[in-house]
């Protein structure tokens, strides 16, 4: 029988966020991931590292359900979502970001934040013109304010700088108050000054709201985070706090004398 709604929320009230158990998944003969078992508190912020080829991104696909994991389990606050299709894992609260952006560049960036906001609301299938008072038009002004776009609202995406469809991106991702998120290298070919402002905004995301996010940008990665996963080789390698880890010698040789970048 079907899990109801108010069943799950009891069963996943003091759930981890997200917990992975022996996942691996498998590409013909070649093991992307290999036994990986992870464990992300509620609220909790985690950079997961590793150089090319680690496995951080398959990672992220098993997560969020574009691949489903050859064995092992996914947990989803306490609810089993191994088997469950991305969408599902969305109506859970999971949102993630893209290392391609995946913008309507023909609109503003008003719209294309209202159209996120509206695609995971119940009034998502309404044909009528949203009034200036609609809850879903204010929510898209908070998120625009919460990525600093405010000065941008009205530009077409065509026209904005590369750091700000970055920005957009983000606040695609928290429309509909997400519970959790996956950041898929969020920080990738932004300038020193919109590495900053991107650390400003993740750190400034509302304490509730947990994340995992997988960064070449070691120094980006260490500081918005409060636990790191080293992969390497589809395996976890390394997990500590983001000092352990800086100053561990074998992470230091694997990612500064193992190609990474």
């Not at 500590?240 to 004398?257: A, H, K």
């Amino acid at each position: 029988m079907a899990q109801t709604v108010a069943s799950r929320i009891s069963a996943t009230g003091s759930a981890n966020a997200l917990e992975l158990r022996g996942v691996s998944r498998m590409f013909g003969a070649l093991a992307a991931l290999r036994d990986v078992s992870l464990t992300v508190r509620p609220g909790e912020r985690r950079a997961v590292l590793g150089s090319n080829g680690a496995g951080k991104t398959t990672l992220f696909n098993c997560i969020t359900g574009d691949y489903l994991p050859t064995s092992g389990t996914i947990r989803l606050f306490g609810e089993d979502v191994t088997t469950y299709p991305a969408h599902e894992r969305i109506r859970r609260g999971l949102r993630r970001t893209y290392q391609i952006s995946l913008l309507f560049n023909g609109l503003s960036v008003r719209d294309n934040v209202y159209l996120a906001c509206r695609g995971v609301s119940r009034g998502r299938f309404s044909l009528l013109r949203p009034r200036r008072n609609d809850v879903l038009v204010n929510a898209a002004e908070e998120l625009i304010s919460a990525v600093h776009l405010e000065d941008a609202s009205d530009t077409l995406v065509a026209e904005l700088s590369y750091g700000q469809q970055r920005q957009l991106e983000i606040a695609l991702a928290l429309a509909g108050a997400p519970r959790f998120i996956l950041f898929d290298e969020p920080a990738a070919g932004l300038s020193p000054a919109e590495r900053s402002e991107l650390i400003e905004i993740l750190t400034n995301l509302p304490g509730h709201m947990g994340y995992i996010i997988i960064e070449h940008d070691m120094d980006v990665a260490l500081r918005v985070s409060e636990s790191v996963t080293m992969l390497h080789g589809g395996r976890i390698f390394k997990e500590g706090r983001p000092q352990e880890i800086e100053d561990d010698p074998e992470v230091q040789e694997l990612y500064l004398g193992g190609g990474h970048g």
